[in-house]
């Protein structure tokens, strides 16, 4: 399966600090996208990043991409209660039938006010 | 421009049981897709279509079947319901296919569904 691995499961942090999630996957990709999911809800899309773009900036979101090593990460800044949501990274898969987005089993971030 | 509207929002069924879990948009987008979620499996992929009259096979397609007969519309049936598809299911949709043109994911707010 060409499912994402994000890392670590969870993570709690303070308010004010940053939280760096990661995205691991298993083979070529045309772009990877990270989503947010808040408890009882769908999940947000948050940012996409192309295979041929190494980092992408949006308001306090910085995600990175390294495709020789086939990750990803997520870095919020200054990071708030309300971000306390599940963080998962989502991909294609370029040598795959088209129409297939594979979805990692996601962070679990906790911010404490 | 109420996005991605799934229904029912809980169900419970009896083993055995069929169902229908329905999906519709309002966005005009090409793409539709569900997924169930499960405690520590993540999404996984259970049908998707590119189109009307175009649906294919994800990850994890056994005991449910689609159609898309209209551009709005993506229906899920359960065709007899097992406790193994206790879930919360979530309807997807995107102006594009995915792949060299994949956009954003809508997501709708899940259909949680036990099977007793």
């Known amino acids: 399966s060409q499912q994402g691995e994000e890392d670590p499961q969870a993570l709690s942090i303070q308010e004010g600090e940053n939280a760096t999630m990661n995205c691991s996957y298993k083979?070529?990709?045309?772009?990877l996208q990270w989503y947010r999911q808040n408890s009882g809800r769908g999940l947000v899309h948050l940012i996409l990043?192309?295979?041929?773009?190494r980092e992408k900036h949006s308001g306090r979101l910085r995600v990175t991409l390294d495709t020789s090593k086939k990750s990803s990460s997520l870095l919020i800044t200054a990071s708030r209660a309300a971000d306390t949501a599940s963080y998962f990274c989502?991909?294609?898969?370029?040598?795959?039938?088209?129409?297939?987005?594979?979805f990692g089993r996601g962070t679990q971030l906790t911010v404490w006010p | 421009n109420a996005g991605v509207t799934q229904t029912p929002k809980f169900q419970v069924l009896k083993t055995g049981q069929s169902m229908t879990l329905q999906c519709a948009q309002d966005?005009?987008?090409?793409?539709m897709s569900w997924y169930r979620q499960d405690p520590g499996m993540g999404l996984r992929l259970i049908h998707y279509?590119?189109?009307?009259?175009?649906?294919d096979q994800g990850e994890v397609p056994n005991g449910y079947n689609v159609s898309r007969s209209t551009t709005e519309d993506f229906p899920l049936r359960l065709l007899s319901a097992a406790p193994s598809q206790t879930s919360v299911y979530f309807c997807?949709?995107?102006?594009?296919?995915?792949?060299?043109?994949?956009?954003?994911?809508?997501f709708g707010e899940g259909s949680r569904l036990t099977v007793l």
């Open positions: 997807a949709s995107s102006y594009s296919r995915t792949g060299l043109y994949t956009g954003e994911l809508f």
């Open positions: 083979t070529s990709i045309n772009n």
């Open positions: 990043i192309r295979s041929n773009e």
């Open positions: 989502a991909t294609d898969d370029r040598g795959s039938t088209l129409g297939r987005l594979y």
């Open positions: 966005m005009n987008h090409e793409y």
């Open positions: 279509s590119v189109g009307a009259g175009i649906t």
